[in-house]
Structures are given as C-alpha cells and as structure tokens.
C-alpha cells in the first residue's frame, strides 16, 4: 500500500516557479512511476509527466516542456514537480499519482495511487 501527500500548491502570478513535493509512505515497484496529472473543473484529468522509479528518466508532455520538471529525492521517497515560467492556463488541481508499472502512469484508469491533490491558481 502507497500513501501520497502532496503539498506546495498555492497562488501565483504569471511568470512565478512553483514547486509541488509528494511525498510517498510505502514503497513505489522498482518497475513503477510517480506522475503529474492536473485537472480543471468540467474537464477530464490530464496528464503531466512522470519519473520512472527505477532509472530516473522523466517525461512531460508537450505543453510544459521547458517549464516544468520532474525530479525525485530516493533518500526522502519524494518526488516534485518543479514549474516554472507559469502561465494562467496552468491553473488547475494537481495529483501526484502511482503506478506500480511505468507502462500504465499515463492513464488515470490504471493509476493505483492518487494524492490528494493541490490547488495552483496563476494569476495574469
């Protein structure tokens, strides 16, 4: 069993970092992955990135490339979402979630373990 608590959201401007920590109790499969989702109100949860918790490669989508990154202290089982150069459109409610295959962290259907989610607001 995985318990993720997030924290790090708040309100900002447009330009602002940000960054989000979740921190995982219980142990992530060597072959699973810690992701990024966000989600707005009306629409469907939308995926960010992740790091593969075996090798360290990470991935975002298109959208945030250049702005966000993803990163993780093994010695603290945390993983972040750093964001940078933000933008009014990223303003959403955003999970940290788990997956115990890295094939699957893409999709919110097959995701095993959600945060709790934390609220970013970017203001222009």
């Known amino acids: 069993q995985v318990q993720l608590v997030e924290s790090g959201g708040g309100l900002v401007q447009a330009g602002d970092s940000l960054r989000l920590s979740c921190a995982a109790s219980?142990?992530?499969?060597?072959?699973?992955?810690m992701g990024w989702f966000r989600q707005v109100p009306g629409k469907d949860r939308e995926f960010v990135g992740a790091?593969?918790?075996?090798?360290?490669?990470?991935y975002v989508v298109d959208s945030v490339r250049g702005r966000f990154t993803i990163s993780r202290d093994s010695a603290k089982n945390t993983g972040y979402l750093q964001m940078s150069s933000l933008k009014p459109e990223d303003t959403a409610v955003y999970y940290c979630?788990?997956?115990?295959?890295?094939?699957?962290?893409?999709?919110?259907?097959?995701?095993?373990?959600w945060g709790q989610g934390t609220q970013v607001t970017v203001s222009s």
């Open positions: 979630a788990a997956s115990s295959l890295v094939e699957y962290i893409h999709i919110p259907g097959r995701i095993e373990y």
């Open positions: 219980g142990r992530i499969a060597s072959r699973g992955a």
């Open positions: 790091i593969n918790w075996n090798d360290d490669n990470t």
